[in-house]
């Protein structure tokens, strides 16, 4: 199994460029997550997705959208980056079919924009 | 909303001590899940324990145990016999019972193992 596979692992972006950040589980998980990770800063969420077909925002949701094109993906998208999103993107995955479950990472992305 | 803090932004211990991270937290749920998290260089995350609110005997995973103090809100990490490999990040984390809506994360704690 190779857990959750996060695409790409860095990426350099000018202002208003826009990019998308594609994340695959392969563990049957039925909820999905994406999260950015900033300097100093713990992990917060911006959204997800706790059943194939459905959405929500998290706490820092503004400049981005995401899409849960499948069980196994969900995807993150900038439409117009900004320096601002400069910051770690991990993804994760859970089973909430059983409380408690944890939840499992990607390796993350670098994202830079100038 | 559910709140999480940490507040000791970096920690050192000698090699084979012990050492206690703290982290508290808020929330107005009755039934929720607390984690910690090692974040090493690498950054992958990786779990290290969990507790549930409803269970008052605390979690231990070989060298990792928990204190957790579900009156005061208190969920603190006790690493003994510090290892080299221990040095990372640790994040504290809460979920809301379900979990399917996400974790919230204290800002993290930089542990530092001196040999």
């Known amino acids: 199994n190779a857990g959750v596979t996060q695409t790409p692992k860095f990426q350099v972006l000018k202002t208003g460029q826009s990019m998308t950040l594609q994340c695959a589980q392969d563990?049957?998980?039925?909820?999905m997550y994406w999260y950015r990770q900033d300097p100093g800063m713990g992990l917060r969420l911006i959204y997800y997705s706790a059943s194939e077909g459905t959405t929500d925002k998290g706490e820092v949701p503004n400049g981005y959208n995401v899409s849960r094109l499948n069980k196994r993906e969900f995807s993150l998208r900038l439409e117009s980056a900004a320096p601002s999103q400069t910051s770690v993107y991990f993804c994760?995955?859970?089973?909430?079919?059983?409380?408690?479950?944890?939840?499992?990472f990607g390796p993350g992305t670098r994202l830079t924009v100038l | 909303a559910q709140t999480v803090t940490q507040s000791q932004p970096e920690m050192s211990v000698q090699e084979a001590e012990t050492v206690t991270l703290s982290c508290t937290y808020d929330?107005?749920?009755?039934?929720?899940?607390l984690f910690w998290y090692k974040q090493p260089p690498s950054r992958q995350m990786i779990l290290v324990i969990r507790?549930?609110?409803?269970?008052?005997q605390n979690a231990t995973e070989n060298r990792f145990s928990v204190n957790f103090q579900k009156a005061a809100k208190s969920f603190s990490l006790k690493i003994s016999d510090s290892q080299l490999g221990d040095a990372a990040m640790y994040f504290c984390a809460s979920d809301s019972g379900g979990g399917a809506d996400g974790l919230t994360f204290g800002k993290g704690t930089h542990l530092i193992i001196q040999p």
């Open positions: 507790q549930e609110a409803y269970k008052q």
């Open positions: 563990m049957n998980h039925n909820s």
């Open positions: 994760a995955s859970s089973d909430t079919r059983r409380e408690g479950d944890e939840q499992f």
């Open positions: 929330t107005s749920e009755s039934d929720y899940y």
